[in-house]
């Protein structure tokens, strides 16, 4: 592999993520917003390692003994894909050769976020684990992975009867091992399982009308009226299918549980102008994604 393919900073660590083999657990946390990683880091026992560089900030710590990565990506799904890509490529490439290790090492990775609510039953505050993520990024255009085929003809179909509009949707499902862990719907926080759409953007992606015309403001309306394999569209956000994608790509674990800060049907938002700040549920749903990535083997 030629060295602008996966570009090294010159202390060896690698160009975005500034890590360098040694410093990344297989289980990682990762958190769009990097300032969670300093919420996150008084639950841990111990700090191995911290870091960070451009947007990209992170600590390597232990949580009952085991080792976790909690890596604040910032947004989208182009920070995700580097994020994914280079924790991949800590384990699983020789930097030194560029050239893949024999034996290929699984990596766990959860995202914990914050997200719309779009479902009128689902109380503002309520946290959201997405059993499958849908979007319209590209990355399906660059990267073969295990597709819900179904799912994406069932959207497309809906969508074309909503908006008149034949749109290239996606969906992929989070992978067996978070699954399995929703399924067992622990003590300390419960959560409601159901679609997420990765949205390309935060306003009229979303369908918010700030200042600008947008095309389509109905699009939260439209999706929670959508429903596939019993699972209603519960959220909208930015990263779950991108990273649902990826790590289909690269034969590793994926899930999400994100926090509900907006209801988008009924206008709420916590924070000053909805209510007050959610940074206690966040720091219980952050010792949750602890509990939940201790458990990975």
């Not at 109905?218 to 299918?241: C, D, R, T």
């Amino acid at each position: 592999m030629q060295a602008s393919e996966l570009p090294l900073l010159p202390d060896g660590t690698l160009y975005h993520i500034g890590m360098r083999p040694g410093q990344a657990s297989h289980r990682c946390m990762l958190v769009g917003d990097p300032g969670r990683v300093t919420l996150v880091e008084p639950l841990l026992e111990t700090v191995e390692h911290r870091g960070g560089h451009r947007e990209f900030t992170w600590i390597t710590g232990t949580y009952h003994g085991k080792s976790i990565t909690i890596l604040g990506t910032g947004i989208g799904a182009d920070n995700t894909e580097i994020a994914v890509l280079e924790l991949d490529a800590l384990h699983n490439l020789d930097l030194s050769r560029g050239q893949p290790f024999p034996t290929q090492k699984k990596l766990y990775f959860l995202r914990i976020g914050t997200s719309g609510l779009l479902q009128p039953e689902t109380a503002l505050g309520s946290v959201v684990f997405s059993v499958y993520g849908v979007g319209l990024d590209p990355l399906p255009l660059f990267y073969q992975a295990p597709l819900e085929s179904e799912l994406a003809k069932a959207l497309q179909s809906h969508w074309h009867s909503r908006s008149g509009q034949n749109w290239p949707w996606y969906g992929v499902a989070a992978t067996g091992f978070f699954r399995d862990l929703a399924e067992k719907r622990g003590a300390s926080l419960s959560w409601t399982p159901g679609i997420t759409y990765s949205a390309a953007g935060f306003y009229g992606p979303q369908g918010r009308a700030v200042r600008s015309v947008v095309r389509f403001a109905q699009i939260p309306e439209w999706l929670s009226e959508f429903s596939y394999a019993g699972h209603k569209v519960q959220n909208i956000e930015m990263e779950v299918a991108p990273l649902y994608l990826l790590a289909r790509a690269l034969g590793h674990e994926a899930g999400a549980l994100c926090l509900g800060v907006a209801h988008r049907r009924r206008g709420e938002l916590m924070y000053r102008n909805g209510g007050g700040s959610p940074e206690e549920r966040m720091r219980r749903l952050l010792q949750l994604g602890l509990e939940w990535l201790a458990e990975a083997p």
